[in-house]
């Protein structure tokens, strides 16, 4: 019985900090989301990251950094993941199907969150590509609705499917049964691509230096008294687009030090 049982300990073996795979959703051949049991301990504030992973070949838990799509409320957690085709992780991740499990370190860290910010009256979100997962969780937490009277989400992709994730987790706000009637009219969702035509086009740094983005949605231009700002995207970004903000007068904050906007990497680039 001992032989049998180490066999199907090797076969199968118990992750270190399981949890159970419920749902996965495939939105581009680069681009998938998917959603897994919570531990009943973890409490996190909506913005933050959290380690997740597989077993590696050898047997050892191979982990990345990947924030948390879902809002603190919900009784499961959401993840909006990258396919990277020789990825370590996501070459194996992409292929999980609900019943799977996937290692969670239930630590959660970050600086998008709204501790790490002064009052203010609207908020910008600005992402490009899976840069939106923190704000999938920021724009269904009851207390952005609750700190701002609006909400500005910018996204910006190359193309129109790759929005596609956002688009529909902006649209499902409207009739969510829980914070719909908070949402009201204050979120305002900006999305653009840049390598295929759609209704909004270009860069998140153009159509605010432009000031495109205002006149389209008939705000008055970032002015740090008002002004405040979550920035997650790709390091050429996340660098452009705090240089544009300063210009604005918007200073960077930290958990320790709120101030005017926040920023967090979406992932680390090659070579750095
Ligand atoms: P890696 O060896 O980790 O990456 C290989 C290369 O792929 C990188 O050098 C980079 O050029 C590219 N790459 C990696 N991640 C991305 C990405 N998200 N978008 C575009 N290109 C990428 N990834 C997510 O998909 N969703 C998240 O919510 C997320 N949150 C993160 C939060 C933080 C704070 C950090 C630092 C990273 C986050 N990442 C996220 C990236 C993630 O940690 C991994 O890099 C990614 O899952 C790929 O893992 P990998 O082992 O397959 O390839
Ligand atoms: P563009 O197509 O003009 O490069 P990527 O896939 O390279 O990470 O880019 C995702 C999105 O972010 C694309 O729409 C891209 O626009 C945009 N982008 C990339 N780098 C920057 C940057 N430094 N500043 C503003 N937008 C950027």
Not at 136 to 144: F, G, N, Q, V, Y
Not at 166 to 174: A, D, H, N, P, T
Not at 249 to 257: D, F, I, K, V
Request: net charge negative; glycine share 8%.
């Amino acid at each position: 019985t001992e032989a049998l049982m180490m066999d199907v300990a090797r076969t199968k073996p118990h992750l270190p900090d399981a949890q159970t795979v419920t749902k996965v959703t495939h939105w581009t051949d680069r681009l998938f989301s998917f959603r897994v049991t919570r531990p009943a301990s973890l409490r996190f504030r909506s913005g933050e990251f959290v380690m997740i992973g597989l077993l590696g070949d050898n047997g050892k838990p191979l982990l990345r950094a990947y924030s948390i799509a879902s809002p603190s409320w919900d009784e499961e957690l959401e993840f909006y993941s990258i396919k990277v085709p020789d990825g370590p992780l996501t070459s194996k991740l992409q292929h999980i199907q609900p019943g799977d499990e996937i290692i969670l370190r239930p630590k959660p860290v970050g600086t998008l969150v709204h501790d790490a910010l002064l009052p203010g009256s609207r908020i910008w979100f600005l992402a490009t590509g899976t840069g939106i997962a923190p704000f999938a969780s920021l724009m269904r937490d009851p207390e952005t609705y609750d700190k701002y009277d609006q909400v500005i989400m910018m996204h910006t992709c190359r193309e129109v499917a790759e929005l596609e994730y956002g688009r529909q987790l902006v649209e499902s706000l409207k009739d969510d049964p829980l914070i719909g009637e908070m949402v009201g009219d204050k979120l305002l969702y900006y999305p653009t691509t840049t390598r295929e035509a759609s209704p909004r086009m270009g860069r998140i740094t153009e159509n605010l230096t432009s000031g495109k983005v205002f006149a389209d949605l008939g705000l008055a231009p970032m002015d740090p008294e008002e002004d405040r700002a979550m920035v997650c995207g790709s390091l050429a970004f996340n660098h452009d687009v705090k240089a544009v903000l300063e210009k604005f007068g918007l200073r960077e904050g930290a958990n320790s030090e709120p101030l005017e906007y926040v920023v967090e990497k979406a992932f680390v680039g090659d070579g750095i």
